[in-house]
């Protein structure tokens, strides 16, 4: 399995923020991003980066 650094994540009134999906290119997680906050209206989507762990 691939390492998918952008996130999107869903804020709903009265609920803790929770990741929806991850995506590799930026211009994805946008587009999506964009798509999720026209057609869900009780909702936020943000993109955000989620950089590699790195136990080293």
């Known amino acids: 399995m691939s390492y998918r650094p952008l ?3 869903a804020i709903f009134p009265g609920h803790k923020p929770r990741e929806i ?3 590799v290119t ?3 997680a946008e ?3 964009r798509f ?3 057609s869900v209206k009780q909702g ?3 993109v955000v980066f989620d950089p590699p762990f790195n136990s080293t």
């Open 21 to 23: 999906v991850r995506t």
């Open 31 to 33: 587009a999506f991003a």
């Open 7 to 9: 996130a999107i994540v």
């Open 26 to 28: 930026r211009s994805d």
């Open 36 to 38: 999720l906050n026209r």
């Open 44 to 46: 936020k989507f943000y």
